[in-house]
């Protein structure tokens, strides 16, 4: 007898008996292997959806197609990124070294740009880059400021080394100077050397010198020759002064100013010959009041009648013949001098002020 909740298969309708003891079962589908229908062109492919050979499913069917699924491919970064931080961390650090800093920089920039610009997906290093970039364009402004200091110094170094030069050569010349013979026709000085027969050396008082301020030139008889080394460059001679030029320099020029109270405006005439190797200009010459107790007074700027600024450029033995105005106190006019430079490195010479 069969339990009702466990029939016998056998008596259950459309159920496939059993095999007999021993036998394996049999399937109950068999699979058949699909037929190939020809392809037509411009229809679907009727074969997309066939069940596969052998009933069992496509082992690539499901495998991940072009690597859409598989892992990313490693960034590769790119060398003229990492050469661009290098190139630029050294010039950085060689930025104070002159030149070097400044060329280094700018092979960094160079890279920097170029890497910037072959950076992909596939390649990176836009962070390197960038590095190199900041740092070259750092040490190209350190570079180019070190490299202007170190020509700038260099050109102060070779003018004091010249200027030391000029001062020891004109320490030279005045130690070779024994005496100073007043000349009776030019106005100038003569230097004679020391007399080696004798063996005796023999000096001159400063006052006895023409054109000290212990002895000055006087105005419309002495000239004054100004010189370079051996060259002479500015032959100078004055006139008498006008002591009270207010009102030719107030016809001049109705808006020129007065002269401060306790003052006087003083115009001098001045005659300058220009002896040099090239071309001179009146601005090389330069001219004070020097009162009796020392003081001394520059040019006072107003537009005046024949002005010595206003002449033009002179070629050797070229003469020009202008009036220069000063402002002096009243009561250091009398006993005063001139005192007169021509030329950038010429002596101080004197005419007395009359």
Same mark, same amino acid.
């Given at each position: 007898?069969?339990?009702?909740?466990?029939?016998?298969?056998?008596?259950?309708?459309?159920?496939?008996?059993?095999?007999?003891?021993?036998?394996?079962?049999?399937?109950?589908?068999?699979?058949?292997?699909?037929?190939?229908?020809?392809?037509?062109?411009?229809?679907?492919?009727?074969?997309?959806?066939?069940?596969?050979?052998?009933?069992?499913?496509?082992?690539?069917?499901?495998?991940?197609?072009?690597?859409?699924?598989?892992?990313?491919?490693?960034?590769?970064?790119?060398?003229?990124?990492?050469? *661009?931080? !290098?190139? @630029?961390?050294?010039?950085?650090?060689? $930025?104070?070294?002159?030149?070097?800093?400044?060329?280094?920089? +700018?092979?960094?920039?160079?890279?920097?740009?170029?890497?910037?610009?072959? !950076?992909?997906?596939?390649?990176?290093?836009?962070?390197?880059?960038?590095?190199?970039? %900041?740092?070259?364009?750092? #040490?190209?402004?350190?570079?180019? #400021?070190?490299?202007?200091?170190?020509?700038?110094?260099?050109?102060?170094?070779?003018?004091?080394?010249?200027?030391?030069? =000029?001062?020891?050569?004109?320490?030279?010349?005045? #130690?070779?100077? !024994?005496?100073?013979?007043?000349?009776?026709?030019?106005?100038?000085?003569?230097?004679?050397? /020391?007399?080696?027969?004798? @063996? /005796? &050396?023999?000096? &001159?008082? *400063?006052?006895?010198?023409?054109?000290?301020? /212990?002895?000055?030139?006087?105005?419309?008889?002495?000239?004054?020759?100004?010189? =370079?080394?051996?060259?002479?460059?500015?032959? %100078?001679?004055?006139?008498?002064?006008?002591?009270? *030029?207010?009102?030719?320099?107030?016809?001049?020029?109705?808006?020129?100013?007065?002269?401060?109270?306790?003052?006087?405006?003083?115009?001098?005439? +001045?005659?300058?010959?220009?002896?040099?190797? &090239?071309?001179? $200009?009146?601005? =090389? %010459?330069?001219?004070?009041?020097?009162?009796?107790?020392?003081?001394?007074? =520059?040019? *006072?700027?107003?537009?005046?009648?024949?002005?010595?600024?206003?002449? $033009?450029?002179?070629?050797?033995?070229?003469?020009?013949?202008?009036?220069?105005?000063? /402002?002096?106190?009243?009561?250091? !006019?009398?006993?005063?001098?001139?005192? %007169? &430079?021509?030329?950038?490195?010429?002596?101080?010479?004197?005419? #007395?002020?009359?």
């Amino acid at each position: 007898m069969t339990h009702p909740q466990n029939p016998d298969p056998s008596q259950v309708p459309g159920a496939v008996p059993p095999p007999p003891y021993g036998q394996a079962p049999q399937p109950a589908y068999t699979p058949q292997s699909p037929q190939y229908v020809p392809h037509q062109p411009g229809q679907p492919d009727p074969n997309m959806y066939a069940a596969p050979q052998g009933g069992q499913p496509d082992p690539n069917m499901y495998a991940p197609q072009g690597g859409y699924y598989g892992a990313p491919t490693p960034n590769k970064t790119s060398g003229l990124a990492i050469a *661009a931080l !290098v190139v @630029g961390i050294l010039s950085l650090v060689f $930025s104070w070294v002159p030149i070097a800093g400044a060329i280094g920089g +700018v092979v960094a920039i160079v890279l920097g740009i170029v890497a910037m610009k072959k !950076v992909t997906a596939e390649v990176g290093g836009k962070g390197l880059a960038l590095g190199g970039l %900041i740092t070259g364009a750092l #040490a190209f402004l350190i570079g180019v #400021a070190v490299t202007i200091v170190m020509f700038v110094a260099i050109n102060e170094a070779n003018q004091a080394v010249d200027e030391f030069n =000029e001062s020891m050569e004109e320490l030279e010349r005045e #130690a070779g100077v !024994v005496t100073e013979d007043e000349s009776t026709d030019t106005g100038t000085t003569d230097e004679t050397t /020391e007399d080696e027969a004798a @063996g /005796e &050396e023999t000096t &001159e008082d *400063a006052s006895g010198a023409l054109g000290t301020r /212990e002895n000055p030139a006087q105005p419309g008889v002495d000239v004054i020759t100004f010189s =370079e080394g051996s060259q002479p460059l500015w032959e %100078i001679g004055v006139a008498a002064a006008n002591w009270d *030029a207010w009102s030719v320099v107030q016809a001049e020029n109705q808006f020129n100013s007065p002269p401060a109270a306790g003052n006087v405006f003083v115009m001098l005439p +001045v005659t300058a010959t220009y002896q040099g190797p &090239e071309t001179g $200009s009146t601005w =090389e %010459i330069g001219v004070k009041f020097v009162a009796a107790d020392g003081r001394s007074f =520059e040019q *006072a700027y107003n537009v005046i009648p024949n002005d010595l600024g206003n002449v $033009s450029e002179l070629y050797p033995g070229g003469v020009g013949t202008g009036n220069l105005l000063f /402002e002096v106190p009243a009561d250091a !006019v009398a006993g005063g001098t001139w005192a %007169i &430079e021509a030329g950038f490195m010429s002596d101080t010479m004197f005419f #007395a002020a009359l």
